[in-house]
């Protein structure tokens, strides 16, 4: 099946940068947009930046010009550059992959969704 793995997490002063990346791995002929999502404790998932196949870029209101998501369609990674921290960006990071094609088992999966296991980001101030 699909599986998205997460790096690049950790610790960072308010301020600093950090970049996360992602790998989907599996039988996939396309993906529709991967992006990235972010649950704070005590909050709902909320977006933070999207990536379509063809280039298009969404960006949550509080991460713009704070954050580049970037990716690569022909190795199916998408990557999250975070500059100036701050600690409000503290969150648990999941990667989505969406609207997935892919091949399992004899089994032709059409538009299917999929989330990484999540990377924590701490930004202290």
């Known amino acids: 099946q699909v599986q998205l793995v997460e790096s690049g997490g950790g610790l960072v002063q308010a301020g600093g940068s950090l970049r996360l990346s992602c790998a989907a791995s599996g039988t996939i002929f396309s993906i529709d947009a991967m992006g990235w999502y972010r649950q704070a404790p005590g909050k709902q998932r909320e977006l933070v930046a999207t990536?379509?196949?063809?280039?298009?870029?969404n960006y949550a209101d509080s991460v713009k010009g704070r954050f580049t998501i970037s990716r690569d369609n022909a190795k199916n990674t998408v990557s999250l550059q975070m500059n100036s921290l701050k600690p409000e960006d503290t969150a648990v990071y999941y990667c989505?992959?969406?609207?997935?094609?892919?091949?399992?088992?004899?089994?032709?999966?059409?538009?299917?969704?999929?989330w990484g296991q999540g990377t924590q980001v701490t930004v202290s101030s």
């Open positions: 989505k992959a969406e609207r997935v094609q892919s091949y399992y088992k004899g089994t032709h999966y059409r538009a299917e969704d999929y």
């Open positions: 990536v379509t196949s063809g280039g298009i870029t």
